[in-house]
């Protein structure tokens, strides 16, 4: 099959490789339909993501067509399913609690001790995303093996095409569990940072949650408009300073909640920002987490903090003080996407939700290198490069 592979920084292919098999008698094959470049993939591409290795299939974005089962699987052939990028056993202590990116048993055994070391304790796995997160191949290929195939994917009823429900395998759960950690109550203005996929799902999901304003914070003039269609205001941050720009517009209180969506590749040249930046390039420091500070000392005091923006190491110059000196609630981690998958596709559905307006430009597999470029360095225009096998 051919499926798109890491081979270094900015260094993706499309090989052809091993079709997928069944391994465990709750797998699945699925023939791929849709797969989508994600932000985070982004990481990857830029090499920030450790334990990355030559020949890795890229992708947790993707659904397609049931064409193999496990003798324990309970999807059948010819179904059309969405696969969460988390990859969780459905019966362990976490997945119980329906914290499925925390699951026990989603990580092989002989990947925990990587995360072990890093993180204190293992994560669930992900599809395509390192072998720190299991090293599993992803879904930006023409087939893939879903492990736990009776938990994760979603069957998505007959006729239903498939860029209404693809985002539902991350960026869509992501920006609604970013929203439902801010404890949006209704009259609350919420700010968010970054207006790229998640970031304006966190948007959209933050008013049906009752916000009576949201602030998109960005410098793309694009998503910025993005962000209005759902009637935010936004911040431009390079034409306005934000910390300034915000307490003007809370009559110098802040927000109630703030959302952070950006992540360990800030933008911006900010004093904090290029320090990160020389760290990061003379490896004394991992993450550029300029967001997440700005986020902090914006915050109201009593608010909440939400962070669904991925980070993978360390960080300094972190405002532990003002975190704790202002009482704020700081919530985060890898989304519990089988958690959320069926109330949002009832509310897609119903109308509730439009995912679509996010599409900018669809390609074959084949292009995905030239995806991958596009998605990296026009930003602005390129806001969701969806993939889809033999498209041309």
Aim: a negative charge.
């Amino acid at each position: 099959m051919r499926a798109l592979a890491w081979h270094g920084k900015h260094d993706v292919r499309v090989d052809t490789v091993d079709d997928p098999e069944i391994i465990n008698p709750r797998d699945c094959i699925i023939k791929v339909t849709a797969t989508a470049i994600c932000g985070s993939d982004l990481h990857l591409y830029d090499n920030y993501i450790p334990t990355m290795q030559a020949g890795d299939i890229l992708g947790h974005e993707f659904m397609g067509e049931v064409v193999e089962v496990g003798a324990k699987s309970t999807l059948k052939k010819g179904q059309k399913v969405v696969v969460p990028f988390t990859i969780a056993c459905g019966s362990c202590y976490h997945c119980g609690k329906h914290q499925y990116s925390a699951c026990d048993n989603g990580l092989p055994a002989d990947n925990q001790d990587i995360a072990q070391e890093l993180y204190g304790q293992p994560m669930a796995g992900l599809f395509g995303y390192s072998h720190m997160t299991g090293g599993y191949a992803g879904g930006q290929a023409e087939y893939v093996r879903v492990p736990f195939s009776d938990v994760g994917p979603i069957v998505i009823p007959d006729g239903v095409d498939d860029e209404k429900v693809l985002f539902l395998s991350d960026i869509l759960p992501t920006g609604w569990m970013a929203a439902e950690n801010a404890q949006i109550e209704p009259g609350d203005t919420v700010a968010v940072w970054g207006c790229g996929p998640v970031g304006l799902f966190a948007v959209q999901s933050a008013f049906l949650m009752g916000a009576e304003r949201v602030i998109a914070i960005d410098h793309f003039p694009h998503r910025l408009e993005l962000a209005k269609r759902f009637g935010a205001e936004t911040i431009n941050y390079e034409e306005s300073a934000v910390y300034e720009a915000l307490m003007v517009m809370t009559g110098g209180i802040g927000p109630d909640a703030v959302i952070d969506s950006v992540g360990l590749e800030a933008h911006g040249f900010f004093v904090d920002n290029v320090l990160d930046q020389i760290k990061a390039s003379t490896f004394l420091g991992t993450d550029r987490a300029h967001s997440i500070r700005q986020a902090i000392i914006a915050c109201r005091k009593g608010g909440r903090v939400s962070m669904p923006a991925v980070y993978g190491g360390f960080i300094d110059k972190f405002p532990l003080g003002a975190l704790m000196e202002k009482g704020l609630t700081l919530k985060t981690g890898q989304t519990h996407v089988q958690h959320y998958m069926p109330a949002l596709l009832n509310a897609i559905m119903e109308g509730k939700i439009d995912t679509t307006f996010l599409i900018s430009h669809r390609m074959d597999l084949e292009d995905a290198p030239k995806g991958y470029d596009m998605f990296k360095n026009n930003q602005n225009e390129v806001t969701k490069v969806v993939l889809k096998p033999g498209f041309n």
